[in-house]
């Protein structure tokens, strides 16, 4: 691990001494700091008590009064210490939190599972099982991400001489050519000497206009006479043939900052060790669920998560992934291991794995230095996750990261919850259909009383749901992880399943990138399951009333109501995900990214119009123009973009005007003026920094009703496009001649 780590002790230090807080801490720190703590014994000690004395909380019986007054004393703390700043709150709320789970969980075992027949031990051991699943991806979750090492750039050295080589590699398959032509321009405007930076397409589709295009452009050209290992053959190939010291990869549709490689080399200049450096992947195009439920800049995506929260978090215990793209790699370790590992879909994963249990060290710095297109489609979304899923599946099978040599413990757990990660799919079913066993079919999947289940569960749902939420708050709003789940539950279930079982079974599907969605429609073969469990669950709340009017006692009455409000949040989760099938019109190819440049417009009599951009594409922008400077469509402009001391001239067409808009289309821009194009736009060291992790931080009850809405559309939705299809078939029963 890197020398400059961050200490306990650094980051529980305050700048204001004066403060009440500020001596507090500085207490704290130096009982840290007291020597005792180095020797093994005392911490050996101090573990054995910690544990005792959390035992003795989590198996201590209580009354219904006493849990109940248990559970508000703890839920206050943890109220009040969310309001208090700082890591040592936020460590605190999770020994709350997971004191709270674990004593539910001793319950759950020691208390609730005395079945009298085969349906309830069928059902309730099932539930149980998916409790323990949720338990330990809790648990390991709150080891990752409780301390994020946010570890920043390092400096490179002053003397450029001893700046290394990098080859830089954009493979491509099937991907069309404007997709990839603006990867190329930017790698080709990293800041770096030219001499030691050598830009590669790596063409598995062998197509002669990639080919003729990298010639023209002076960037080398790749290609191999077969497809052999997909991705990870086509990188192998490529490392056989080219001898930098370092290799860098991204994506053909992640489009590098010019200041990626400054940014992110120092760290090995600093570290001999470092074998490979991962950034975010960045989206400036919405996916589906931001596109579909026009979320996109209004809330956290599925994955920034991970790269916001998760990947920091394993970047204390030096086990950061590589993800495919926008990473450097030493070429050295990399051969090492034999290159890109092949034996899994998951390529990328793997390959880090494989460096960890070499010694090297990995790492990950949270400042997005590149940013790609997203999937346009939930469909293509769908096989992208199913691939992880199966890959992740297939290194837990082969490659277990919990045996073996050369992983430290940290190591172990942060891959295995990696691994663990994608095995939700039955859990979450479990948990969107369980209550239904009850409302159906009367099984007893809790042997205990309604009341008593509520004192258990609230607490432990509870505080796992605020310490999530003050952790993640950047990266992930409350209740939204149950959608995604939800989304990909079914999907996701059977190749996981299939993979432990033959790790050789699925191939690696490229994720199709760059496309459009022509016409809105709503996506009946993905939403099928959805629906299935939609109408399960709404049958069962239904059948919940009914039982409601012929409930014989209180106690009865209590169990059907709490089911009942289950299969209600089940119901609203399930409609949410509905909503996520209904496809919206995408018809730019070329997203467009908000940014403001200084520019000015040059018109064919000599007028000159300074301005700013609203917006920017590869083949377009968006203007801020002065109220009545209104231009007809089809004027042909000079328009003239500014970056500090550069600028660039770009012929282009107006398409559109409005009061104090006005948009342009670039006209016919010869591949310097694109590559200049770039320079100035897409390759701005700031251009990603103001769209990462700038939102409100996550609220959980405004959360809840986002979701609400959310489902309610979806509802609305499927039932418009059943409208839509039952007039369809009367118009066309109408057209058909009668039979007289």
Not at 47 to 61: D, E, F, K, Q, T
Not at 196 to 205: A, F, I, K, M, T
Not at 270 to 294: C, G, I, V, W
């Amino acid at each position: 691990m890197a020398t400059d780590h961050r200490t306990f002790a650094d980051t529980v230090a305050d700048r204001n001494p004066q403060s009440f807080e500020a001596k507090w801490r500085t207490q704290a720190r130096r009982i840290v700091d007291l020597p005792l703590w180095n020797h093994p014994v005392a911490r050996l000690a101090a573990v054995i008590i910690g544990a005792v004395m959390l035992a003795v909380v989590i198996s201590v019986p209580l009354s219904l009064g006493g849990q109940l007054v248990f559970a508000a004393g703890s839920f206050a703390g943890a109220l009040l210490l969310n309001r208090t700043p700082g890591r040592l709150s936020t460590l605190a709320m999770i020994v709350l939190s997971i004191t709270a789970s674990s004593r539910y969980i001793y319950w759950r075992v020691t208390d609730t599972i005395g079945f009298t027949n085969w349906l309830d031990g069928f059902f309730g051991f099932g539930l149980l099982l998916a409790e323990f699943y949720a338990f330990l991806v809790l648990l390991i979750g709150f080891f990752q991400t409780a301390w994020p090492l946010q570890r920043r750039p390092v400096p490179m050295p002053e003397n450029m001489d001893e700046w290394p080589s990098v080859d830089v590699f954009i493979p491509t398959y099937n991907e069309p050519l404007e997709v990839v032509k603006q990867t190329v321009f930017s790698a080709m405007q990293m800041d770096w000497p030219a001499d030691r930076l050598h830009v590669y397409v790596l063409d598995d589709g062998r197509r002669d206009e990639f080919r003729d295009f990298c010639a023209e452009l002076g960037v080398g050209y790749l290609r191999r006479d077969n497809n052999a290992h997909a991705k990870a053959g086509n990188i192998n190939a490529a490392l056989a043939i080219t001898d930098s010291e370092y290799v860098t990869i991204f994506d053909c549709d992640h489009i590098p900052t010019r200041s990626f490689l400054q940014v992110c080399m120092g760290w090995f200049a600093r570290d001999d060790k470092l074998a490979m450096l991962q950034t975010p992947h960045h989206f400036f195009s919405p996916d589906p669920f931001e596109k579909n439920l026009d979320t996109f800049h209004v809330m956290p995506n599925e994955g920034e998560l991970f790269y916001g929260i998760v990947q920091d978090g394993n970047d204390l215990w030096n086990a950061a992934f590589f993800c495919g793209s926008c990473a450097i790699i030493k070429r050295g370790p990399l051969l090492e291991v034999g290159g890109v590992a092949v034996e899994t879909v998951t390529e990328d994963a793997h390959t880090a794995l494989k460096l960890s249990r070499l010694g090297y060290n990995t790492a990950y710095l949270e400042l997005p230095q590149a940013a790609g297109l997203a999937t346009e489609s939930l469909s293509a979304h769908v096989g992208q996750r199913i691939r992880w899923a199966r890959g992740m599946a297939q290194i837990m099978r082969i490659d277990n990261p919990l045996l073996g040599p050369g992983l430290k413990l940290g190591q172990r757990l942060c891959y295995f919850n990696a691994m663990l990660h994608f095995f939700y799919g039955l859990p979450r079913l479990v948990f969107l259909t369980a209550p239904l066993a009850y409302l159906f079919l009367g099984a007893h999947v809790f042997q205990a009383t309604a009341a008593m289940i509520t004192a258990y569960a609230l607490p432990h749902l509870a505080h796992a749901s605020i310490t999530n939420s003050r952790i993640q708050g950047r990266f992930r709003y409350s209740f939204w992880n149950e959608v995604y789940e939800s989304v990909l539950a079914w999907y996701i279930m059977r190749p996981v399943l299939l993979a432990v079982i033959n790790p050789k079974l699925g191939k690696f599907n490229v994720t199709a990138k760059g496309g459009m969605v022509e016409h809105s429609y709503f996506d009946w073969s993905i939403a099928r399951p959805y629906l299935i469990l939609l109408i399960v669950n709404a049958l069962g709340f239904f059948v919940g009333i009914w039982r409601l009017t012929v409930a014989a006692d209180t106690v009865v009455l209590t169990t059907i109501i709490i089911n009942m409000v289950w299969t209600t949040y089940n119901v609203i989760l399930i409609s949410a995900s509905l909503a996520v099938a209904s496809e919206t019109r995408q018809i730019r190819s070329t997203p467009r990214v908000s940014v403001a440049l200084p520019a000015a417009l040059r018109f064919a009599d000599g007028r000159t119009l300074m301005c700013e951009t609203d917006d920017f594409s590869q083949n377009g922008v968006g203007l801020r123009v002065q109220a009545g400077s209104g231009v007809a469509v089809g004027t042909p402009v000079q328009v003239t973009l500014f970056r500090s001391d550069e600028e660039a001239t770009f012929p282009a067409v107006v398409t559109f005007g409005g009061k104090e808009r006005m948009g342009l289309q670039f006209d016919g821009l010869s591949l310097q003026q694109q590559a200049a194009l770039s320079r100035l736009t897409f390759a701005r060291a700031d251009v990603w920094l103001e769209f990462w992790g700038n939102r409100q931080h996550d609220r959980p009850l405004s959360s809840l009703k986002s979701v609400m809405v959310i489902g309610v559309r979806g509802i609305g939705q499927v039932m418009g496009n059943l409208m839509n299809i039952v007039r369809g078939r009367r118009v066309l029963l109408g057209d058909r001649p009668s039979q007289g």
